[in-house]
């Protein structure tokens, strides 16, 4: 079993749709949480970040975290074709260090 | 500000050959990782660093790979010799440790080609 896994993928959701995006990672004492957008040929670049229990929201963006599922997701409300990319789940299991997901590519049609 | 910078940006060599890549970090920061992304793999982590001490390489793929900061502000990571395999995008990043969850800042990469 990977450390954190994610559906692959691709994604595809008409624009305006919901995108939801999932992640699940094994270690219990994982403590933050992060969610990268990958364009492709370019660096990840974060979208945001989670450490407790619950939602947090960030303009069309939501993360929310249940660590006794040990699940993250990402949310993008109103979603728009710049937002495709692949996705990318990271978990701090260790102060500082992330293990990454495989990633989700997200395609929003016009 | 500037961000993590990377030099080259793409590399292309022939078997054999040693590879220097280069990265600089934001400025401030006290964590440095070198990551490897290809499509088989993903995104892999090889090292990295803490106040310019390595803390964890359980990710180099062996001894061919090498990786120094000599200073905070400096990173190489040497592959002697390269081999096809290697070809892949690396990165760089860099982190304000204990800070917004310990975000990890990217570099462009740099890709690299042995033929």
């Known amino acids: 079993q990977k450390e954190v896994e994610q559906n692959s993928g691709p994604l595809s959701v008409p624009e305006g749709a919901i995108a939801s995006l999932n992640c699940t990672y094994s270690?219990?004492?994982?403590?933050?949480f992060f969610w990268y957008r990958q364009y492709s040929g370019k660096s990840p670049e974060l979208i945001m970040f989670?450490?407790?229990?619950g939602d947090k929201e960030d303009g069309r963006f939501t993360a929310q975290l249940n660590k006794a599922s040990q699940y993250v997701s990402l949310l993008i409300r109103d979603s728009q074709p710049s937002d495709s990319a692949t996705y990318l789940c990271?978990?701090?299991?260790?102060?500082?260090?992330?293990?990454f997901g495989d990633g989700t590519t997200l395609t929003v049609k016009p | 500000d500037a961000g993590v910078i990377q030099s080259p940006r793409h590399e292309v060599t022939e078997m054999g050959q040693e590879v220097t890549l280069r990265c600089k970090p934001i400025?401030?920061?006290?964590?440095l990782f070198w990551y490897r992304q290809t499509m088989m793999r993903g995104l892999e982590l090889l090292i990295y660093?803490?106040?310019?001490?390595?803390?964890?390489d359980s990710g180099m793929p062996e001894d061919r790979f090498s990786a120094k900061m000599p200073n905070a502000s400096f990173s190489t990571l040497k592959i002697q010799p390269s081999e096809p395999r290697d070809s892949a995008v690396y990165f760089c990043?860099?982190?304000?440790?204990?800070?917004?969850?310990?975000?990890?800042?990217f570099g462009p990469g740099t890709r690299l080609t042995v033929l």
């Open positions: 990043a860099s982190s304000l440790a204990g800070t917004g969850g310990d975000t990890q800042y």
């Open positions: 990271a978990v701090n299991t260790n102060a500082g260090k992330s293990t």
């Open positions: 270690d219990r004492g994982s403590q933050s």
């Open positions: 989670i450490y407790s229990n």
């Open positions: 660093f803490n106040n310019n001490v390595p803390i964890d």
């Open positions: 400025s401030g920061h006290n964590s």
